[in-house]
């Protein structure tokens, strides 16, 4: 069984100060990890992944996660927040049981960015 | 290259009433999965469909939600009858491979907008 936590369902940054979004998860099997973001009114897109290879991923927009098998956490982060990114994030955990990627969402982080 | 669409974007009905929402995938996608998100709880997953067949229906919550993919493109979902607790953001994602075995090769799920669905 796989699960995620999103341990903030709020965040509230300053324009230009860091973001952290944090994420641990749950797995039986060393997991692909991802992070999605959603803007209002827009499908979920997806920011970066994780897949065995590198545990630092960089993903659009200037975001990053680390990947800590130690501490079962996936934490998202951006050295410097700007308005555009005002949206929320999921952080998301897949196994390949079943013979195909079944994917198991975290319940969002909401950020709020403060001019 | 459009992406994947959702249609309606909003449906408010009755409880009681029948509702069908449609996803086109991105063209050329085998997967299609349906997920739904119930007044701001985590993204849950309902089915899987490669192609035409469905793969995993296991997410489905009882016998009145069908979804179909005829031919293998656009699918359905129909809600019928329709009980409060259906209200909530339907997404429908797509990717461009079938399902593998393999860890390593997570197959991108791309996805629509949603259709927010309230019933009253």
């Known amino acids: 069984a796989q699960s995620v936590t999103q341990l903030d369902s709020h965040v509230s940054v300053s324009e230009g100060t860091p973001v952290l979004l944090r994420c641990n998860y749950s797995s039986s099997y060393s997991p692909s990890l991802f992070w999605y973001v959603q803007h209002p009114n827009k499908g979920l897109q997806l920011l970066l992944k994780?897949?065995?290879?590198?545990?630092l991923v960089k993903g659009i927009n200037g975001f990053e996660a680390e990947f800590k098998k130690s501490e079962t956490s996936f934490h998202l982060t951006k050295p410097s927040a700007h308005m555009s990114d005002a949206a929320e994030y999921f952080c998301v955990v897949s196994d390949p049981t079943g013979g195909y990627q079944k994917v198991t969402f975290g319940t969002g982080t909401k950020l709020q960015v403060i001019p | 290259e459009a992406g994947v669409t959702q249609f309606p974007s909003h449906s408010v009905i009755e409880k009681g009433q029948t509702v069908t929402l449609r996803c086109d995938p991105i063209s050329g996608h085998d997967n299609l999965y349906w997920y739904r998100r119930v007044m701001g709880k985590e993204i849950k997953f309902l089915l899987h469909f490669v192609k035409e067949s469905k793969q995993d229906e296991s997410g489905m919550p009882n016998n009145r939600f069908l979804a179909e993919r005829t031919g293998g493109t656009y699918s359905t979902l129909k809600v019928q009858p329709a009980e409060l607790e259906d209200s909530g953001v339907y997404f429908c994602?797509?990717?461009?491979?079938?399902?593998?075995?393999?860890?390593?090769?997570?197959?991108?799920?791309?996805f629509g907008p949603g259709t927010r669905l309230t019933v009253l």
């Open positions: 994602a797509s990717s461009p491979f079938p399902g593998t075995r393999d860890r390593g090769s997570y197959n991108e799920q791309f």
């Open positions: 994780y897949t065995s290879a590198a545990t």
